[in-house]
């Protein structure tokens, strides 16, 4: 029952993040969903910071960690599954470590160059974030059969695709210049990230009722 649980929650971390990055950038009418990258919800100074810290950034780390260990109890003696299992674990303290310290800041802090140090660790810090998940993704390949491999190619496609196209606007946002559809295609990446999490949690939660 305990390792259900902790599988499970690779499911409800994947649902915390959407509803809340949704309802989170609706809140705030001075964001757009479409044009704004999720991490200037977070950036020091803005209003939304709190509320992202309260009720997304903190728990989804929290959950995602309980489904590293989900991962790790699930695989027995399969090396993939255990490795997987530490990289979610890696992936989730990083990206949580990145967003609550080291995050990015306004775009008004870019243009007048006033960036902190922590602004400055937060590229580098996502990107550990990012190669983190990515391996989990590739050794998570092999836990669910073929087709769950040949989704697993797909996603690691989609965000390499989705994190390049988002990165070609880094230098507008320098500038506080407009972004458009920055916020959809650097959330195609990251909700890529959520059903892959989603997908393997439901297939491991499926073969421990067969077993």
Not at 61 to 85: E, N, P, Q
Not at 132 to 158: D, N, P
Not at 190 to 211: D, N, T
Request: net charge positive; charged share 15%.
């Amino acid at each position: 029952m305990v390792r259900k649980i902790l599988v499970g929650c690779g499911i409800a971390s994947s649902v915390l993040y959407i509803a809340s990055d949704i309802l989170i950038s609706w809140w705030d009418p001075n964001y757009s969903y479409r044009d704004q990258s999720f991490s200037e919800l977070l950036a020091p100074g803005s209003p939304t910071r709190p509320l992202v810290l309260v009720l997304l950034a903190i728990p989804y780390g929290v959950l995602v960690t309980a489904f590293g260990v989900g991962v790790w109890a699930s695989a027995s003696r399969r090396r993939a599954g255990r490795i997987t299992g530490a990289l979610l674990v890696g992936y989730a303290l990083t990206g949580a470590v990145t967003g609550v310290f080291l995050s990015a800041p306004t775009r008004e802090t870019l243009e007048a160059g006033k960036e902190t140090w922590r602004n400055i660790l937060h590229l580098p810090g996502t990107a550990v974030s990012v190669l983190s998940i990515l391996l989990a993704i590739g050794f998570g390949s092999t836990l669910l059969g073929r087709r769950f491999r040949y989704f697993s190619y797909a996603t690691i496609l989609a965000i390499v695709v989705f994190g390049v196209w988002a990165g070609t606007q880094i230098g507008q946002m320098g500038k506080n210049q407009p972004t458009p559809w920055l916020g959809i295609v650097e959330r195609g990446n990251v909700y890529a990230i959520m059903l892959w999490v989603s997908v393997l949690a439901i297939g491991l939660l499926r073969a421990q009722k067969s077993e």
